[in-house]
């Protein structure tokens, strides 16, 4: 469920800060009952930047698979990644 806070919470930014960080998620700022901004803490950004990427990423794979790019073997690139950096 989302968390939603009038506009006038902004005033009380420390309980604001709390909220962000106890929820791990967005916090929804409304002005005069729509929908105005998005609060969130940095660890909560950070994540939701990485896992844009990593959609954006799997995007892609997707579309080389469907334009017919060949596959890796996976063994065989683990291996090389196990031989260049000794482990």
């Known amino acids: 469920m989302p968390t939603i806070r ?4 902004l005033r009380d930014t420390s309980k604001i800060s709390e909220l962000c960080h106890q929820k791990n ?3 929804y700022i409304t002005k005069n009952g729509s929908g105005h901004l998005v609060v969130m803490s940095m660890e909560t950004y950070e994540r939701q930047l990485g896992l844009l990427d ?7 794979a997707e579309k080389q698979v469907e334009d017919g790019v060949s596959l890796l073997d996976g063994e065989e690139v683990f291996g090389r990644l196990r031989e260049k950096h000794g482990k």
């Open 25 to 27: 998620e967005p916090v």
């Open 54 to 60: 990593v959609y954006r990423k799997l995007g892609a």
């Open 6 to 9: 009038p506009i006038a919470d």
